[in-house]
């Protein structure tokens, strides 16, 4: 459990950290909720550890990750990719781009494509993850908007 816990802190830490690069302005916590983000990703990546799977993992946790980000977005009135692309540092797959670069500079092409497809695979988990879930979101509030929309009879 306390292992669990530090790996969250570190995925806060280290996207607290990456919030100094990419100029997040500390307005309205914005810095401290967009790095807790991250934290409570790098959690759901964990908790469905079970799976074996690092693809769904990736996709579940972008998922509870782009619903947050959602949330924080209408809470403190900013957009919402602030949250996002914060937060989504620690589920970059970044080691699976260097060795997919590694093996092809090496001339290894069977460890290529199969390390190069999987780190497509993780990668295309994000976007999924984050297209179902603002797709989701731009429904909710179309509806929203029919739905206090009254037109008047001629």
Known sequence: MLQFLLFCFYA???????CFL???RPRKHMLFFA????GLCWAVYLLFNFLQNDILQAFLATTALTIYAEIMAR???SPATVYLVISLIPLV???????TMEHCINGDMMAFLQEGSHTFGVAGA???GILVVTSVMRLFAA?????GHHPQKI
Do not use: C, M
């Open 126 to 128: 994000l976007a999924l």
């Open 93 to 99: 797959p970044g080691g699976g781009i260097y060795h």
């Open 12 to 18: 806060f830490v280290g996207s607290f950290g990456y």
């Open 143 to 147: 509806a929203k908007a029919l739905r």
């Open 35 to 38: 790095s807790l983000g991250s």
């Open 22 to 24: 990419a100029n997040i």
């Open 75 to 77: 809470i403190f009135k």
